[in-house]
């Protein structure tokens, strides 16, 4: 049930940046993600990693460059050498391909488990005896299913990020990801949800997973990027990045958080 039908999920990130006012969250970011892989990115706070994945599902609009999967431009639409935003409504339907796994979970606490995994496939189309079907199936996957019935709201912060997970993989999509999906937990919980995203990580969709889990990166990154004041400063495998960095910010920051 890990598997997407429309299996393919290939990133291409072109020359993007982006502006809050005059600061410069991104600049000139390029970077090409295979269908597939497991890319983790890494860096000190405020580096712009997040605004990087925001922008991979247009949550952030960019103000240069352009980002593509599988060919299609993410947030718009090509004529000539120009560029036109999408409607709302073509965004949304853009975003059914890339699942996103907040870092405060961002379930609806007035719904049980099984009605929040059950919205969005009913909202598309999706037959709800099919939609259910796949509920049940993701909660197994990540060893929920006895929740089904229960309010998110009273699940702890492990077991509602692993329902955050089971949702966005509901819509069967190419890419999925995660912004620092363990960083609002207590340490304790933080090796369920990655237990749950190693598993991902062998299921054939493309993750991007921005995270200070360094052993997470180096057990099943196929890339790491690092990133410092809106720039990608080194980027390669994990076991490059992490056991040979070749730049002096890379090494730095990480003689710090190993």
Not at 29 to 38: A, C, I
Not at 111 to 128: F, K
Not at 156 to 179: C, M, N, T, Y
Not at 204 to 232: K, P, Q
Request: charged residues 25%.
């Amino acid at each position: 049930m890990l598997n997407s039908p429309s299996a393919a999920g290939h990133i291409a990130i072109t020359r993007v940046s982006k502006y809050f006012g005059k600061h410069k969250a991104l600049d000139n970011v390029s970077l090409e993600l295979k269908p597939g892989s497991v890319t983790v990115i890494i860096g000190p706070s405020g580096s712009g990693k997040s605004t990087l994945l925001r922008t991979i599902n247009h949550l952030e609009r960019v103000d240069e460059g352009f980002i593509q999967i599988d060919g299609d431009y993410i947030g718009y639409r090509r004529e000539g050498d120009k560029l036109y935003e999408l409607k709302e409504r073509e965004i949304l339907r853009q975003r059914v391909n890339v699942g996103y796994v907040f870092q405060n979970f961002n379930l609806f606490p007035h719904l049980t488990v099984l009605e929040n995994l059950i919205e969005a496939p009913i909202a598309h189309g999706v037959p709800r005896e099919q939609a259910v079907a796949r509920a049940y199936a993701l909660l197994e996957v990540v060893g929920l299913r006895h929740k089904a019935e229960a309010w998110s709201r009273h699940l702890s912060g492990g077991q509602q990020q692993r329902i955050a997970i089971a949702r966005a993989l509901a819509l069967e999509p190419k890419v999925i990801l995660f912004d620092e999906p363990t960083s609002a937990l207590d340490p304790e919980l933080v090796g369920e949800v990655l237990d749950v995203i190693k598993k991902l990580a062998r299921s054939g969709t493309t993750l991007v997973v921005v995270t200070h889990e360094i052993g997470f990166a180096r057990e099943v990154a196929d890339n790491v990027v690092f990133m410092v004041d809106g720039r990608i400063v080194e980027q390669g495998s994990s076991e490059a990045v992490l056991n040979r960095p070749q730049h002096p910010r890379t090494r730095n920051f990480l003689s710090r958080v190993l």
